[in-house]
């Protein structure tokens, strides 16, 4: 076992763990014992997430030393929770299968990507945790469980912000490996997109449009799945040059464009896993609307575009089919998701983050659990119906407290 020295920052800089401690076995046993050994503890991912919801100012553990499993069974496939997707895609794709779906950068953990509903875009794909079929989950005495699909705490597992436990392995979906080639379409303007939400975001397997909000037009990414029917609308102009979803950064991280078919690990995803992704010293934040919200969203938000744009990198619109995961922002309805990559300046940054959204809110909003929100805690959890029936989770997977942390105090008061 071995423990990092701290303090230990999250990936974007903006965050320092106030844990005293991350602790990182090698393996499931010594994973157990520590965990029954310790009053307080918490799992800590690839430490992607730019707000607390992974902080701790207990213990933390992370589980990128265990060793690694990918143990493929008919259609699915079982893989230890510290797995990156980038790695467990590697070894999906050498072996002749693929997810369905992947989020903006592969570099992340399996286990902290579904615990905060992490996601990507397609009109007709859910959030990672969608494909989630069964969770095997260690409490506080060291001893695991799975949770399979079916299970009435299914829904409420998955989505569990790392407040239920520690997730050790998990059982997701799979298919046959498939072919995506991508294209950037530029200059196209965002009248366009408000009037034809429905051809943009169905003209492809999976479509991001990038804009900074205050000039006319946006840039769209279309990743089309091979073999599928190519959708009708070709509007704005063709990229004849890569692009990087950052205006002015090099594109070399950027996964390979101008309709080149490739593995949908290298193309599902805007960023190569060896190489740093999106703009680096920044903050996200992410709010998750009803679709049929989007043209009013969307004017609101051009409305906004002179206070966005002087703070912002870039700003992206995808789309993402309901689910039932209680804790999903993609929770009962299709979706249509606002993100802002925004410059590393808080202070700048939260008064405009404020504004959108007090504008946002009043059409659904609710926010990504891993970004940044000035929205309260008890605001944000009465926007998800099934948060009482989380609570009440936590109360049985966690009578102790052993896994809780300010973060889940401020959300889920203790009653
Ligand atoms: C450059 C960049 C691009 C991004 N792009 C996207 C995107 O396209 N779509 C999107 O939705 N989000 C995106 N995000 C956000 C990111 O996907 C989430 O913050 C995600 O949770 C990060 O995963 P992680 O492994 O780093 O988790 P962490 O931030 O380390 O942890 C997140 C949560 O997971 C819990 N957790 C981690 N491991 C375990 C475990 N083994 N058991 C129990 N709980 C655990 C933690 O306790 C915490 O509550 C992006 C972030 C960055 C930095």
């Not at 008919?74 to 790695?87: E, F, I, L, P």
């Not at 080149?260 to 190489?275: A, D, I, K, N």
């Not at 959890?381 to 997977?397: H, I, K, N, T």
Request: include cysteine; proline fraction near 8%.
């Amino acid at each position: 076992m071995t423990a990092s020295a701290v303090p230990v920052r999250n990936w974007a800089g903006n965050l320092t763990y106030t844990s005293p401690r991350i602790h990182r076995p090698t393996d499931l046993g010594a994973l157990a014992a520590l965990v029954r050994d310790t009053p307080r503890i918490r799992a800590l991912g690839s430490g992607h997430s730019f707000n607390q919801v992974a902080d701790s100012p207990h213990d933390l553990v992370r589980l990128d030393m265990l060793p690694r499993e990918v143990r493929i069974d008919g259609d699915t496939v079982t893989v230890s929770a510290g797995t990156r997707y980038a790695d467990l895609a590697i070894e999906l794709h050498r072996r002749g299968y693929a997810l369905g779906n992947l989020a903006s950068l592969p570099h992340i953990s399996v286990a902290g990507s579904c615990a905060t509903g992490t996601h990507g875009s397609g009109d007709r794909q859910r959030c990672l945790a969608a494909a989630v079929r069964g969770i095997e989950v260690m409490g506080s005495d060291g001893e695991t469980v799975w949770v399979r699909r079916g299970a009435a705490d299914f829904p409420g597992v998955v989505v569990g912000l790392g407040a239920l436990g520690i997730v050790t392995r998990l059982t997701l979906e799979i298919e046959p490996t498939f072919e995506v080639s991508q294209r950037v379409r530029l200059d196209v303007p965002l009248d366009e997109v408000t009037a034809d939400v429905d051809a943009i975001f169905g003209a492809a397997y999976s479509v991001s449009v990038f804009t900074d909000w205050r000039g006319p037009t946006g840039r769209v990414w279309l990743k089309h799945r091979e073999g599928e029917p190519e959708g009708a609308w070709h509007g704005g102009r063709s990229a004849s040059v890569p692009q990087h979803p950052v205006p002015g950064v090099p594109t070399e991280p950027a996964t390979e464009q101008l309709g080149v078919p490739g593995p949908w690990c290298e193309r599902l995803p805007h960023f190569r896993p060896e190489l740093p992704p999106s703009a680096g010293a920044e903050l996200q934040s992410e709010l998750y609307l009803p679709r049929a919200a989007a043209p009013e969203a969307i004017a609101a938000l051009r409305g906004l575009g002179e206070r966005i744009a002087p703070v912002l990198y870039v700003g992206e619109v995808r789309t993402m089919r309901a689910d039932d995961l209680w804790l999903s922002p993609a929770y009962g309805r299709d979706s249509v998701a606002f993100h802002f990559t925004w410059h590393r300046d808080p202070a700048a940054v939260t008064p405009v983050l404020r504004a959108v959204e007090e504008r946002l809110a009043p059409l659904g909003a609710r926010p990504h659990w891993g970004k940044i929100t000035t929205m309260a805690p008890a605001d944000v959890v009465g926007l998800f119906e099934r948060s009482g029936d989380f609570a009440g989770l936590l109360e049985r997977f966690d009578p102790d407290g052993t896994f809780r942390t300010p973060f889940v105090d401020a959300h889920f008061p203790r009653s």
